[in-house]
């Protein structure tokens, strides 16, 4: 039987005294002194008969000991415990002194401190500012005496401060010579991004230079990572202010191809790349690697007219061909040579059809291979693609080729252009490999010719200037299909160029009334490509396309190509944020259902890869609408895409695009679906990422021929240029799946293709330069494979196949090839691992992780970084992407070890 009674009353008076006893904290003889001393100290301080001089030292006993223990706060220092019951004491004291009292200065300092701890919210930078009113220049106490806490505390103060009394348009003054402190302060102590921080919040970002003016900052390169990191989650006009802060400082240190990559992410004109070359002339060496960042950029900049006589001619020559790409093609097939990969493939080499025989009962049969010609247009892509830029394969650019004439109508037109894609980059030999073509008596192979040396010609300058040559007269001409075949040309070989002359042709061909709209469509796609990213006459041909969605009748927009002229608008404003807004209010005045489709791509052009919260929540709040007719909810497909596009590169945007992609999946109309594995795509072209390859090859076999016929397409784009295994495996699955569905087929074929691009050595990712900068073609040309894939049937598998072309404009060689000051090739040891972000890392922490060492040449896969493995050489450009020129260090010296290796 247990006992529930009570305990006495006395027993409980003893336990909770010995619980109390227990709970009081035992001070040393040490602590008991200090607390002694700041309580008399205290108490002298606050009595009305103590003498000034004698308070002045109180004062300074109580500073000092405050001051020496807040260096660094782990914990609450004991001085700051001690006084807190003495806080209400000083506080009255402070507030009792007349201005003339010459304690009243170090007073307000201690009880500011004081106030981290203790006081009312906002009550440290109240008093601080007072202080800061009373104080003389000569007796000015830094911020920093009172400890790194102190200075924090008061950063978050004058951030919330600054806001309110901006918001209500009062002067801000007094605060500025405080930031001013304190940014001085962070960056002596390694604080870049606390005073980035603080700049950001009070607007001052501009005058960081100023400050650093006769400093000597050791981590340049950590301050200005966090300023261009930071400027991504900025609007304009303060993004451009910052960009433009970390683009002068690495000026000021003559990083000059550092400054040049924040100035092409800025958006600079020609004047500023000027002005940085001029800057670097002395060193010929740093403007040939600047002039392989404008060459992969395809940035339009001509040395020879633009620079200066401190350029000799030679050089400009030199510096001209590295901008124009005339070298990509010998170096991309050095690459093959040294990588063993130069012989030819067929598209049976991609297929591997006996390994695809999973059903038991084809074993025993004799195939029998039947010609079909979607079956043989499929094999023209793959060959084409998966041989590109090697100058070599064996079914078209042989002797006595006879593949051309096993393709029918539009299937030729393809197969011509694809000999510029095998070509590409390679201007002389291809022009003399198509040349034949042009004078051909079949019109769809003199059309594949104009549009093969288009693609021939894809981000390379040649003096000749052959594109413009040949196709000019047919952009012009009366026939259609070279119409058409002539304008894809002309888009694809000017990309990015900003050319006025290609331009007004274009405009012509897209006000010509007789028009069809599927010349128009790839004539308004071509002038997007021309002038992406808003270069020079963008406005025009924007107010261009605009008046022909205005002015043309329901029919002609009710053609699937329509749309292309909707995304040429679109790259018109690749990235240019809120200077779309005028065209985004004229596309509200079209009545036509593409009014919402040309808005919504305007949009998500507008704000590509800059990861906008909101811009991404209005394109979900479009596909939240519950809208039955299939076909008025193009748009809304737009705007599943336009997710992707807004968050791509952007990783924290992208891991929640994948979220909503998931709930556009489960909850949303058919149309939205069809789009998800297309944005799905887009966020993760060249990747070859595990999670989207897994749900892209669920959704391949989904009951919606759409969905899997985007989702397959989707695959191929994901692992372009990669040559994944188990990509590869899942594509010959699906042939066998969908090998009586030619559709399904044609897609799985052109998605094999898309895998083996180049063999493995041409990826099509647009983001380069470590991610920093978008290539504008590059997003075009992917971008029109996905608005094409919208409405398949009418435009890919019909007779507008060529379109896939377009990607040409993306592909680029995913190489790192070192060469000497001379541009020769000079193999390095280099180490290839997984990129870290180091993004505000104190220290100087690992770039990458889990790195192999090869020696270069080598391939960096869309997550892969690379530095260099030997301090022999020094490289001329921070990023080891490309082309990266290094030269010999005067420092090094070799091991004997090394020395004997080589003996």
């Not at 050791?218 to 970390?246: F, M, V, W």
């Not at 209010?585 to 507008?606: D, M, P, R, V, W």
Request: aromatic share 6%; charged share 25%.
């Amino acid at each position: 039987m247990t006992n529930n009674s009570e305990p006495p009353k006395s027993a409980k008076k003893e336990k909770s005294k010995k619980d109390e006893k227990n709970d009081e904290p035992q001070l040393s003889e040490e602590d008991k002194l200090l607390q002694s001393t700041l309580h008399d100290s205290v108490d002298i301080l606050c009595s009305p008969d103590t003498k000034s001089d004698i308070a002045g030292r109180a004062l300074s006993t109580i500073a000092n000991e405050v001051k020496s223990s807040t260096g660094s706060m782990t914990s609450v220092p004991k001085p700051l415990k001690f006084l807190k019951p003495k806080y209400d004491d000083l506080i009255k004291l402070y507030n009792k002194m007349e201005d003339k009292d010459p304690n009243k200065v170090d007073a307000g300092r201690l009880v500011s401190a004081l106030s981290m701890t203790m006081g009312e919210e906002g009550s440290v930078l109240r008093i601080r500012l007072e202080v800061q009113t009373l104080e003389k220049k000569a007796d000015h106490e830094a911020l920093s005496s009172w400890g790194h806490e102190y200075v924090r505390s008061l950063t978050g103060s004058v951030g919330v401060e600054w806001g309110k009394r901006v918001e209500e348009a009062k002067p801000t003054d007094d605060l500025t010579p405080l930031v001013e402190e304190m940014v001085e302060y962070y960056l002596s102590k390694s604080g870049e991004s606390a005073a980035v921080d603080l700049l950001v919040e009070t607007g001052g970002v501009g005058s960081l230079e100023n400050m650093l003016e006769g400093k000597n900052v050791d981590n340049i390169n950590r301050l200005t990572l966090y300023l261009i990191k930071t400027s991504d989650y900025i609007d304009d006009p303060e993004r451009s202010e910052i960009l433009g802060t970390a683009e002068r400082l690495f000026e000021k240190e003559k990083l000059y191809n550092d400054s040049l990559r924040v100035a092409l992410k800025r958006g600079a004109g020609e004047e500023r790349v000027k002005e940085l070359f001029e800057k670097a002339a002395e060193d010929t060496t740093l403007c040939k690697q600047m002039a392989c960042l404008l060459g992969r950029e395809r940035y339009n900049f001509d040395a020879e007219d633009v620079l200066s006589d401190k350029f000799d001619d030679d050089l400009k020559e030199t510096l001209n061909n590295l901008i124009g790409n005339e070298n990509k093609s010998e170096f991309f097939l050095n690459l093959g040579r040294d990588l063993d990969v130069v012989e030819a493939k067929t598209p049976e080499d991609i297929y591997k059809s006996h390994l695809s025989e999973t059903a038991g009962f084809k074993r025993g049969s004799e195939k029998v291979q039947v010609d079909s010609a979607r079956g043989n247009l499929a094999s023209t892509f793959v060959n084409g693609l998966v041989n590109a830029g090697f100058c070599s394969d064996k079914l078209l650019t042989v002797e006595d080729a006879d593949w051309l004439y096993k393709n029918k109508e539009h299937g030729m037109l393809s197969a011509t252009a694809s000999i510029g894609s095998i070509m590409m980059w390679n201007v002389e030999e291809g022009l003399t490999t198509i040349d034949k073509y042009l004078y051909s008596n079949e019109e769809m192979v003199k059309a594949g010719a104009c549009l093969g040396v288009g693609i021939l010609c894809s981000g390379v300058r040649n003096e000749a200037d052959p594109a413009m040559a040949l196709l000019q007269e047919h952009c012009e001409g009366s026939n259609g299909v070279m119409r058409n075949a002539s304008v894809e040309g002309l888009g694809i070989a000017y990309a990015g160029s900003g050319r006025e002359e290609v331009g007004d042709i274009l405009k012509a061909v897209i006000e010509d009334d007789k028009a069809d709209m599927t010349l128009v469509g790839l004539a308004g796609l071509s002038l997007g490509q021309v002038f992406v990213k808003g270069l020079e006459g963008a406005e025009e041909a924007g107010a261009c396309i605009v008046q022909k969605l205005m002015e043309a009748s329901d029919n002609d927009l009710d053609n699937a190509h329509a749309k292309l002229l909707c995304l040429g608008l679109g790259l018109l404003f690749l990235g240019k944020g809120a200077q779309a807004d005028a065209m985004i209010e004229a596309c509200k005045t079209i009545e036509h259902k593409i009014g919402k489709f040309a808005i919504n791509t305007l949009s998500s052009c507008a704000y590509a890869g800059s990861g906008n919260v909101l811009k991404v929540q209005e394109m979900l709040h479009e596909c939240a609408e519950h809208i039955e007719e299939g076909e008025n909810a193009a748009h809304q497909a737009v705007a599943a895409i336009g997710v992707a596009l807004i968050t791509m590169g952007e990783e924290v945007g992208s891991e929640m695009a994948l979220r909503a992609f998931d709930h556009l999946l489960h909850y949303c109309e058919l149309p939205i679906k069809r789009a998800v594995p297309l944005a799905l795509a887009l966020s993760n072209v060249s990747t070859a990422d595990y999670t989207i390859i897994d749900q892209l090859s669920r959704l391949s076999h989904h009951e919606d021929e759409q969905i899997s016929q985007n989702a397959i397409i989707g695959l191929g784009i994901v692992s372009a240029g990669t040559n994944n295994s188990r990509v590869a495996g899942l594509l010959r699955g699906l042939s066998d799946f969908y090998n009586k569905e030619p559709g399904h087929m044609f897609c799985v074929r052109v998605a094999q293709g898309f895998l083996h691009l180049g063999k493995g050595l041409i990826g099509i990712n647009p983001l380069h330069s470590d991610g920093l900068l978008m290539n504008g073609p590059a997003v075009g040309g992917i971008l029109a494979v996905i608005y094409s894939c919208i409405d398949m049937k009418a435009t890919l598998l019909d007779k507008t196949h060529y379109i896939l072309f377009y990607l040409t404009s993306a592909m680029n060689p995913r190489m790192l090839v070192t060469v000497d000051e001379e541009m020769e090739w000079k193999p390095t040891t280099v180490r290839v691992g997984q990129r870290v972000d180091t993004v505000g890392a104190p220290g100087k922490p690992k770039t990458i992780t889990g790195f192999q060492t090869h020696t270069s040449p080598v391939l960096l896969s869309v997550k892969e970084r690379a530095e260099l493995g030997t301090e022999e050489f020094l490289q001329v450009s921070s990023v080891l992407e490309g082309i990266v020129i290094v030269k010999p260090n005067p420092e090094w010296e070799e091991s004997k070890e090394e020395e004997d290796k080589k003996k």
